[in-house]
C-alpha cells in the first residue's frame, strides 16, 4: 500500500511540512511547495506501474525510438520488470540484469564490474525534480483518466546532480549531460489532483525527449526472479556459443548459431536503447 510519513522537505531556502493528505494543488500552495511535496510522496511509494516513451539522441548517439512499461517492487529487494517494444521479458535487480526471450530460459548480465546498476528506477528520477527552479502552474488536464494540475520549470544541472546520492548514477548522469552540452533540464509534470503525485513527466535533454508515466501507485507486485537453474551468464554464452548443449549429429539440421548470437547482440543494443538515463 502506499505509504504515508510526517516530515520535513527542505529545498530552495522552503520548508514544508508533510502531512497524511499531503499538500493537493490549488489550496494555496505555492508551485514549488506542490512540486516538492510530490516529491516526497514518491520516494515514500514502495510499489508502482510506469510507461516510458523516448525519443530522439544524446550527443553523437544515434536517434531512437521507443516505448516501455515498468512494474516495480522494493520487496523483498528493489526488483524492476522491464517489458517494450519487440523485446522479451527483462528483470532488473541491483547490478544484474536478465532477459527471457520468449523461450522460459534467461540469459544474465552482470554490471558489478563496471560499478554500474543494471536499470535505472524512473521513481529515482522524480527526485532531481527537487532542484527545479521557475516553477509555474500552466493549467489542469486529465491524464490517464485522473485530473491532474500541470506544472512547467527547469533544473540546472548541477543542482540535479547534486540530488543524486549513488556516485556510479552521478558520474553516469554528469557524462550525459556533457555529452548533450545542456546546463539545464527543462520538464513538465503532471501532478494528481486527487493524490498529490506525479502522474506524468516530460524531460527535456537537448534533442532528447522522454515521457514518464506513472499508471499505478502502492498496488500488489509481485516479480518472480528465475531460478539458478533456468539462467544462464552471458559470459558463459560468449565463451561456448553452444551453451554446453550436445553437438548434434551432422547428419542432421546444424542451429545457425551465428544467426542466434547476432540476434541477442540485437536484443542488447535494443535494451540499451530503452534504458532510462539517470537524471
Known sequence: MLKKSAGVVTGTGLVVASTGCGIIPGLGASPVEVLQQAVQETQDVSTYRAE???SGSIG???ATEGTSEIVYTEDPEPTMEITGDDMGTVLARGTELVVDDGSGEWVRMDFSEMGEEAFTDP??????LMAGENVEETGSEEVNGAGATVFEGAYPIQDALDQ???SNARDMAEGMYDD???SEVPFTVWIGDDDG?????VYEVGD?????DFLEFGQDVSIEWPSEDQVTDMEDM???PTGGTEIPDPESEMPDLDQEMEDLEQELEELQDLETPSY
Open 180 to 182: 548533450a552540452g545542456v
Open 208 to 212: 532528447y525527449e522522454e515521457t514518464i
Open 60 to 62: 553523437d548517439e544515434p
Open 164 to 166: 543524486i546520492e549513488d
Open 123 to 128: 521513481k529515482a528520477q522524480v527526485d532531481q
Open 238 to 240: 560468449l565463451d561456448d
Open 197 to 201: 503525485l506525479p502522474q506524468r513527466i
Open 52 to 54: 516510458v516513451s523516448s
